[in-house]
């Protein structure tokens, strides 16, 4: 399937354990690799985890499983917390 990079602006990304990460606003290139090198996402759930001051992070393309409607990202417990664990 082939799809154009502006198509991934917006697009909400969550883990493959449905916690919510937060909204694709860029997308990093490799133009010498020629490949997609990460996601950057904004607007984060504060919930995750510790990312006090930061705006937003980066997604290495590796940890991505699907895009569709939405962005599936393995889930990594060192760096998203699932909120249902907390209580």
Avoid: C, W
């Avoid at 697009?11 to 490949?35: C, E, P, S």
């Amino acid at each position: 399937m082939r799809t154009q990079i502006t198509e991934l602006f917006g697009l909400r990304v969550y883990t493959d354990r449905a916690v919510f990460v937060g909204n694709v606003d860029d997308v990093v290139i490799d133009v010498d690799q020629k490949k997609i090198d990460s996601l950057a996402v904004g607007e984060l759930n504060p919930e995750i985890g510790e990312v006090k001051g930061y705006a937003g992070l980066q997604i290495p393309f590796r940890i991505i499983k699907s895009i569709g409607d939405i962005v599936i990202v393995r889930h990594i417990p060192g760096i998203f917390r699932s909120p249902a664990k907390e209580e």
